[in-house]
C-alpha cells in the first residue's frame, strides 16, 4: 500500500466493498488485459456477494480481452440514477484516464498500481510495487471471504500474464505474485489456454504490420535508444494496428544493447500516441509525464498532439538526454 491510500489496509477495502450493494466498475481508457482481468474478477466476485454489478466501458471490448468479458459482460450505456451507484475505478489513477462519460460522476473508490495519482477518488488503495491491478484484486479474496472459482481465477491470472510481459518476468514478480499464480492454477486457471486466448489471437493483418515496423526500426544513440512508427497510412493499409502496437512493445527490449525502447502510434484523431519501455536502468515514466503521460518505471505512456514527424524528433531527444544523463 502506498502512502497515496486513504484505507487503512484490504480488510478495510473489503468492509467498504461490503457495505454496499451497487457497483459501477471502470476500467481505464484504451483497456487492456490486466484492466479487463481485475475488473471483470472483481465483478464476479462482487456478485458472489450478492451484490448488483455493471462493468463500464464506452468502448468496444479489444480482440485480446473478449474472453474475460465472456465471463462478465460490459456494458456499454451507463445506467440512470447516478448517485445510487458506487464507482469503483480500476488499473489507473488519472481522471483522465477514466472513461469519458463517467469523469462528471464521483469515483467512489480506486484500486490501482500505478505511480501516478489524481486523488480524486473517496478511497483509494494503490499498491505501486504490485505487477498488476489484478494481484490487488486478488488479495481481496480472502478479506472478502468469496470461493475463487475458475472464471474469477482465470481473470485474475489472465491480468497478472499480460502486466508481467507475459511471462511473470517483471522486477515486481515476487514470491506473493508465483504464490498467488499456484493458488489461481490450483482454483482451475489454466495457463495454456488462457496464453492461447491472450496471445495466440493476433490477425494476420496486424502481424505483418508488426513486420512492417521492424522493417523500420531506428535508432540513435548508438542503438541505446531504439523506436519505430506506425502511421495511419500503415495502418489502414494493412487493416490492423492495437496488437501490432502490443506486439512491438513487448519485443523491441529483447534487442541487445537497447536502453529505451519507443513506439509511435498514430491515432485516429491524428495525435500520436507513445509506448516507453526501459530495460531497467533509465525510468521512463518521468520521461512520458513531460508528455503528458504516466505509468510505471519500466513502462510508461504518453500522448502528442503534433505531427508524427515532429513527436519523433521531440522524443527521442529527450530519450538521449536521459541516456546521456548521469544515473542518481
Ligand atoms: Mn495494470
Given at each position: 500500500?502506498d502512502?497515496?491510500s486513504?484505507?487503512?489496509?484490504?480488510a478495510?477495502?473489503?468492509?467498504l466493498?461490503?457495505?454496499?450493494?451497487?457497483y459501477?466498475?471502470v476500467?481505464?481508457?484504451?483497456?487492456?488485459?490486466?484492466?479487463?482481468g481485475s475488473?471483470?474478477?472483481?465483478?464476479?466476485?462482487?456478485?458472489?456477494l450478492?451484490?448488483?454489478?455493471m462493468?463500464y466501458?464506452?468502448?468496444?471490448?479489444?480482440?485480446?480481452?473478449?474472453?474475460?468479458?465472456?465471463?462478465?459482460?460490459?456494458?456499454?450505456e451507463?445506467?440512470?440514477?447516478?448517485?445510487?451507484?458506487?464507482?469503483?475505478?480500476?488499473?489507473?489513477?488519472e481522471?483522465?484516464?477514466?472513461p469519458?462519460?463517467?469523469r462528471?460522476?464521483?469515483?467512489?473508490?480506486?484500486?490501482?498500481?500505478?505511480?501516478?495519482?489524481?486523488r480524486?477518488?473517496?478511497w483509494?488503495?494503490?499498491?505501486?510495487?504490485?505487477?498488476a491491478s489484478a494481484?490487488?484484486?486478488a488479495?481481496?479474496?480472502?478479506?472478502?471471504?468469496?470461493?475463487l472459482?475458475?472464471p474469477?481465477?482465470?481473470?485474475l491470472?489472465?491480468g497478472?500474464?499480460?502486466?508481467?510481459?507475459?511471462?511473470?518476468?517483471?522486477?515486481?514478480?515476487?514470491?506473493?505474485?508465483?504464490?498467488?499464480?499456484?493458488?489461481?492454477?490450483?482454483?482451475?486457471?489454466?495457463?495454456?489456454?488462457?496464453?492461447?486466448?491472450?496471445?495466440?489471437?493476433?490477425?494476420?493483418?496486424?502481424?505483418?504490420?508488426y513486420?512492417?515496423?521492424?522493417?523500420?526500426?531506428?535508432?540513435?544513440m548508438?542503438?541505446?535508444?531504439?523506436y519505430?512508427?506506425?502511421?495511419?497510412?500503415?495502418?489502414?493499409?494493412?487493416?490492423?494496428?492495437?496488437?501490432a502496437?502490443e506486439?512491438?512493445?513487448l519485443?523491441?527490449?529483447?534487442?541487445?544493447?537497447?536502453?529505451?525502447?519507443i513506439l509511435?502510434?498514430?491515432?485516429?484523431?491524428?495525435s500520436?500516441?507513445?509506448?516507453?519501455?526501459?530495460?531497467?536502468?533509465?525510468?521512463?515514466?518521468?520521461?512520458?509525464?513531460?508528455?503528458?503521460?504516466g505509468g510505471?518505471?519500466?513502462?510508461?505512456?504518453?500522448?502528442?498532439?503534433?505531427?508524427?514527424?515532429?513527436?519523433?524528433?521531440?522524443?527521442?531527444a529527450?530519450?538521449?538526454e536521459?541516456?546521456?544523463?548521469?544515473?542518481?
Amino acid at each position: 500500500m502506498d502512502a497515496v491510500s486513504t484505507v487503512r489496509d484490504l480488510a478495510h477495502v473489503a468492509e467498504l466493498l461490503k457495505a454496499h450493494d451497487r457497483y459501477l466498475i471502470v476500467p481505464h481508457v484504451a483497456p487492456d488485459p490486466d484492466a479487463y482481468g481485475s475488473t471483470c474478477a472483481l465483478a464476479l466476485m462482487l456478485r458472489q456477494l450478492g451484490k448488483t454489478v455493471m462493468l463500464y466501458s464506452d468502448e468496444p471490448v479489444p480482440v485480446t480481452c473478449v474472453f474475460l468479458t465472456e465471463w462478465f459482460p460490459v456494458v456499454h450505456e451507463l445506467p440512470p440514477d447516478q448517485e445510487t451507484w458506487k464507482l469503483i475505478f480500476v488499473d489507473g489513477g488519472e481522471l483522465t484516464r477514466e472513461p469519458g462519460p463517467v469523469r462528471t460522476w464521483r469515483t467512489w473508490m480506486n484500486l490501482d498500481h500505478h505511480l501516478d495519482n489524481g486523488r480524486f477518488a473517496e478511497w483509494i488503495y494503490v499498491d505501486t510495487r504490485a505487477a498488476a491491478s489484478a494481484l490487488v484484486i486478488a488479495r481481496l479474496i480472502d478479506p472478502l471471504g468469496i470461493t475463487l472459482d475458475e472464471p474469477i481465477a482465470s481473470c485474475l491470472f489472465t491480468g497478472i500474464l499480460f502486466d508481467t510481459r507475459n511471462a511473470f518476468i517483471t522486477d515486481k514478480c515476487d514470491q506473493e505474485l508465483f504464490e498467488t499464480i499456484g493458488r489461481l492454477v490450483g482454483a482451475g486457471a489454466r495457463p495454456d489456454h488462457l496464453n492461447r486466448q491472450l496471445n495466440e489471437q493476433m490477425t494476420m493483418a496486424d502481424f505483418k504490420l508488426y513486420g512492417e515496423a521492424l522493417a523500420g526500426l531506428s535508432t540513435a544513440m548508438d542503438g541505446k535508444v531504439v523506436y519505430t512508427t506506425l502511421t495511419r497510412a500503415m495502418m489502414d493499409a494493412a487493416g490492423g494496428g492495437d496488437q501490432a502496437m502490443e506486439m512491438l512493445t513487448l519485443n523491441l527490449p529483447k534487442i541487445a544493447g537497447g536502453e529505451i525502447f519507443i513506439l509511435f502510434k498514430e491515432a485516429s484523431d491524428g495525435s500520436v500516441k507513445v509506448s516507453l519501455r526501459s530495460k531497467g536502468r533509465l525510468a521512463v515514466n518521468e520521461l512520458a509525464k513531460r508528455f503528458n503521460g504516466g505509468g510505471h518505471k519500466f513502462a510508461a505512456g504518453a500522448r502528442f498532439t503534433v505531427p508524427m514527424a515532429e513527436a519523433v524528433k521531440t522524443l527521442v531527444a529527450a530519450c538521449e538526454e536521459v541516456v546521456a544523463a548521469p544515473q542518481p
